[in-house]
């Protein structure tokens, strides 16, 4: 029997992309006991949206919530808010609508799988994935015209139309990228000292994960079928070759690959758009003040995420509420540590791809 | 473990993804949103811009009370360049308001004139004081919209004194 030993991890921490603090309590190596503090981040995006902001400028604000998923943040509450006005928008707005979220999807999914090959010790994986990430940050700074923040999805359809130049600059880079990321896959898959560092660590049953109620990829790596994209009908997914992804094993390796089937499935989305986007126009007429209460549950890169609207026929909303999927993934991360080693520790909490700006919002 | 080799040799000669950003230029890309140019000769006042803009980088400030003349004033370095403005612009397919693609400046070092990014940027010659003067105009504008208010109102009713009298 060592000694205790509490150790400190974050909020800053070369490992970690985001502010988020563990305080490890560890006996000789193994993790005995975890505290989880998540709220470095708040900026009371929320209460703004409540009070300062008009419900015409909201698409821009919870934009902001995050800066990988904004495309996702500013999808669900537009969706929420044609719902309470009563829009209804044509098959060319879902397509392209659709295409910016399944190509988001990718991008976040790249550089998940990058940061875990950074901790596990592969600094070199960790670049080439994030050098193919660029084409994919390429076809949307083309589409929508930034490369972080796009401000793509307003009230009543897209920002800008789509012309036969961009869908060829389109195709072009996917193409590209899907043979780089069959490239990628395979590394991912077959290498021996890749497979030592994440096989077998942090593996979630799939009791363990239907108990804590996980959502995303971190579900459907233990066979979990969930996924909001067929479960709660938004966007036409599966008229575009929608595949729900699961794999068995559970732990960080099945996370990652979960991932990269995923990317895969979204490039042959994205490609399949490409091929049939419907005339028509890319905006719709909007009139009225939101009245009732809507909730949407869309499908961000980490999972199910959540929105709650009630407007009162004014232009400021009643209430806006945001759950994001990192925030329903932390109770099964706090249970997961223990036992687990405390090297082990930086690989799992970047399998879960957390999102703390999201979290605390 | 040939493979290896022949990729670690190919990777010798390549050329980098990266470039160098300061010391070579990074251009826009195509269809960037950038810089938000006005045509104060095709406005017609209706301030929807002013309404919708986010962060309020848009201000319009009455000058005259008596003629209700406004001047346009933005401020570049509050902008996040969403492009909601020029989308709820009644005139924006005639130009009045335009998303150009090029970029601002960094703040601070130098200040760009242009008589189309409006008047509060033109007004002003040192880069350090363009925040204080936006807070400044900020309560401004905010002052000379209620006084224009409370103008028109005594200006209806006078007019309604004036016609009880004239009825007398």
Known sequence: ?361 | MIQMFIESLKNLVSKPETIKYPFAPSPEPKGYRGTILYNEELCIFCDKCENICPPGAIKFEVVDIESGKKQYNYNPYLCIYCGACVDVCPKADEGCLIQAETRTPVLGESIVKDKRLGYFINEIDNPKLVEKKWRELEIRAAKSREDLVAYKKAKRAAKKAAKAKVSE
């Open chain 1, 1 to 361: 029997m060592g000694n205790r030993i509490v150790v400190p991890f974050g909020s800053q921490h070369v490992a970690l992309p985001e502010p988020v603090s563990f305080l490890f309590e560890t006996q000789n190596e193994v993790i005995t006991d975890v505290q989880v503090n998540i709220g470095y981040v708040h900026r009371g995006i929320e209460k703004a949206a409540m009070t300062k902001f008009e419900f015409t400028q909201l698409p821009y604000l919870v934009a902001r919530v995050c800066g990988l998923c904004s495309i996702t943040h500013a999808g669900a509450y537009t969706h929420g808010i044609e719902k309470l006005l009563g829009i209804e928008t044509n098959k060319k707005i879902d397509y392209l609508r659709m295409l910016v979220v399944e190509l988001d999807r990718i991008h976040s999914h790249m550089l998940a799988n990058g940061h875990v090959a950074e901790v596990v010790g592969y600094e070199n994986l960790f670049m080439q994935t994030f050098r193919y990430r660029e084409d994919v940050m390429d076809i949307l700074e083309r589409i929508t015209g930034n490369r972080v923040q796009y401000d793509y999805q307003v009230i009543g359809g897209v920002a800008r139309d789509f012309d036969k130049e961009i869908e060829e600059f389109a195709r072009k880079k996917l193409l590209k990228l899907k043979a780089n990321t069959e490239k990628l896959m395979e590394f991912f898959e077959n290498d021996y000292t890749f497979g030592l560092k994440t096989k077998g660590v942090g593996t979630i049953s799939k009791e363990m994960a239907a108990k804590f109620n996980t959502a995303g990829p971190i579900a459907r790596a233990s066979g979990l079928e969930t996924d909001a994209r067929a479960e709660y009908d938004y966007l036409p997914f599966e008229e575009v070759g929608y595949k729900l992804q699961t794999r068995t094993e559970g732990d960080v390796w099945a996370r990652n690959m979960v991932r990269f089937d995923e990317i895969m499935n979204s490039i042959e989305m994205c490609l399949n758009i490409l091929d049939g986007i419907p005339e028509g126009e890319h905006r719709v007429k909007v009139k009225g003040r939101p009245d009732g209460e809507v909730f949407i549950r869309v499908e961000a890169p980490r999972g199910e995420c959540f929105y709650y609207l009630k407007g009162n026929k004014t232009k400021v909303l009643d209430r806006v509420r945001i759950r994001v999927p990192t925030y329903a993934n932390i109770p099964v991360l706090k249970e997961l540590f223990v036992g687990e080693k405390y090297s082990d520790a930086q690989a799992i909490v970047l399998s879960f791809d957390p999102c703390m700006s999201c979290t605390a919002r």
